[in-house]
Nanobody
Framework: QVQLVESGGGSVQPGGSLRLSCVVS????????MGWYRQFPEKERELVAS???????YYTDSVKGRFSISRDNDKNTVYLQMSSLKPEDTAVYYC?????????????WGRGTQVTVSP
């Protein structure tokens, strides 16, 4: 059974940085496209960034230049480095994976981690 466990969320001031991590178990990690989504209250979950099996990244426009996604296949881990954080980045962030190349991995999900950006 594939499991995804996120960590690294928390509270930070505007302009600050956080790094989210997602460890995957139960699957062959290098065969998964991975992604980070976020969900605002009473809104649908939206894709923030994704990374292909060959580490090709995709970013939604609102985070380009501020967020960076990466993967470490030796550690079965995908990261989301978030910099220049804004209050509007406040959301629950979810890790997701799919065992094929897609820019919207959605087959498996973590439980989410809260990110709060406030003065």
């Amino acid at each position: 059974q594939v499991q995804l466990v996120e960590s690294g969320g928390g509270s930070v001031q505007p302009g600050g940085s956080l790094r989210l991590s997602c460890v995957v178990s139960g699957g062959i990690f290098e065969n998964y496209a991975m992604g980070w989504y976020r969900q605002f209250p009473e809104k649908e979950r939206e894709l923030v960034a994704s990374i292909s099996m060959s580490a090709y990244p995709y970013y939604t426009d609102s985070v380009k230049g501020r967020f960076s996604i990466s993967r470490d296949n030796d550690k079965n881990t995908v990261y989301l480095q978030m910099s220049s954080l804004k209050p509007e980045d406040t959301a629950v962030y979810y890790c997701a994976g799919t065992p094929k190349n897609t820019y919207q991995p959605r087959d498996y999900w973590g439980r989410g981690t809260q990110v709060t950006v406030s003065p």
